[in-house]
């Protein structure tokens, strides 16, 4: 008897959705419809972000050695 009820509570902890779980399944969804267009497509979707993430990462990485180095 404890052993069918071990496995109901786990089958139940399974199917509560995490915001981590939904932000998995969000992220499946947007890589599907990329990987569903064409090359230029994915690239003229894609650049703009990456190009903003990498403009973001230096500009911090600038101001953290900019402070570093005048300590």
């Known amino acids: 008897m404890r052993r069918i009820w ?3 509570s ?3 902890a399974g199917n ?4 981590v779980n939904g932000d ?10 990329l990987s ?3 090359f230029v497509l994915q690239t003229i979707v894609v650049m ?6 990498a403009y973001g990462i230096a500009g911090s990485a600038r101001c953290l050695l900019g402070l570093v180095s005048s300590w």
């Open 36 to 38: 569903g267009l064409g």
């Open 16 to 19: 509560r959705v995490s915001p």
């Open 24 to 33: 998995a399944q969000w992220w499946d969804g947007v890589e599907l419809c």
């Open 6 to 8: 071990q496995l109901a």
């Open 10 to 12: 786990f089958s139940r």
């Open 48 to 53: 703009p972000v990456v190009l903003a993430l």
